[in-house]
């Protein structure tokens, strides 16, 4: 259970540090933006892994042998990818006006790296559909705090959820393939 909260603060990360730039730039009433920005991130947070799941299923016969490999490489993209974004300089975009097509592209963006952590919800004891859950309720009150966050800091806490998000991700993927392969 520890390794799924892990991952789904990892996978939140996206969505928090999106909305704390939400919340800087915020055009709506805090409680709106908040509400709409959890809903928005904690249901497509929720979906992809699940769809990931599901799609990893069919393959999990043919790489049950490698699925350690498989997870620590997924998970060490994504967070390296994670890693990446939180030097760059575009993580702060300019958001006139939050429109819900605009919470729905920027909610699809956040969990298309969660879509990729879906394949690996096979190798947790903890059920794969309580796993999604438990992802999306969390990246749900993430991103509460995230519009929070940068109503009152703007984006100086940004980068570094970016940032700590990855190496959450990349700690779980070499985790699973230490404990795989015999070394914990």
Known sequence: MFEVMLLA????????????????????????????????FGLFQA?????????????????????????????????GKMIYESFSEEIGEDIAKITTKMMLILAIATSIDA??????????????????????????????????????TGTFLESRAELLGGLILIAIGLKILAQHTGIL
Do not use: C
């Open 9 to 40: 603060a990892g996978l939140s990360m996206d969505a928090f540090a999106v909305s704390i730039g939400l919340g800087a730039k915020r055009a709506d009433a805090p409680l709106t933006l908040a509400l709409k920005a959890g809903l928005f």
């Open 47 to 79: 979906l992809m892994p699940l769809i990931g799941y599901l799609a990893g299923v069919g393959f999990l016969e043919y790489i049950q042998n490698v699925d350690h490999w498989v997870a620590f490489v997924l998970l060490g993209l994504i967070g």
């Open 115 to 152: 879509l990729a952590a879906g394949f690996t919800l096979t190798l947790f004891e903890l059920s794969p559909f309580v796993s999604v859950a438990l992802i999306g309720v969390t990246t749900f009150f993430f991103s509460i705090a995230g519009v929070y966050f940068g109503d009152r």
